[in-house]
């Protein structure tokens, strides 16, 4: 899809600047940038939030593809307090994982050293 708005892209600038060719320049980057956004949406809403409870800690494991290499990066966000007392340490971990699920699987196993280890001392 890149590849076709960007073709179009050059064959619009190397004819002659005319208010059509103008639009034509906008209207193509509109919907690049919809199209982004679409993606991003869809990304963020197939992504299933799971998040529990341990004692005063809301643990939220997450997977996101890994920005760099194909496969998925692991993420843990946890969660102390309420409202603007809050607290949330959010950990990125460096391995890149080849399904959501075992990106998901790390990031719970962090979860529970951590809550074993430094939680319990917080």
């Known amino acids: 899809m890149a590849d076709i708005m960007l073709g179009a892209w050059r064959t619009i600038l190397q004819s002659s600047p005319t208010n059509a060719n103008v639009y034509w320049l906008i209207r193509i980057g509109l919907v690049a940038l919809e199209l982004r956004a679409l993606f991003i949406i869809l990304q963020n809403s197939l992504s299933p939030n799971y998040s529990y409870i341990s004692g005063r800690y809301t643990?939220?494991?997450?997977?996101?593809?890994?920005?760099?290499?194909?496969?998925?990066?692991?993420?843990?966000?946890?969660?102390?307090?309420?409202?603007?007392?809050?607290?949330?340490?959010?950990?990125?971990?460096?391995?890149?994982?080849?399904?959501?699920?075992?990106?998901?699987?790390?990031?719970l196993t962090h979860a529970s050293h951590w809550l074993s280890t430094s939680g319990s001392s917080n």
Not at 68 to 78: E, N, P, R, T, Y
Not at 89 to 106: K, N, Q, W
């Open 59 to 107: 643990i939220t494991p997450s997977a996101k593809p890994h920005p760099h290499a194909m496969g998925f990066s692991a993420k843990l966000s946890i969660r102390s307090g309420h409202d603007t007392s809050s607290h949330d340490r959010v950990f990125t971990f460096a391995p890149c994982f080849r399904s959501e699920a075992a990106a998901m699987r790390y990031a």
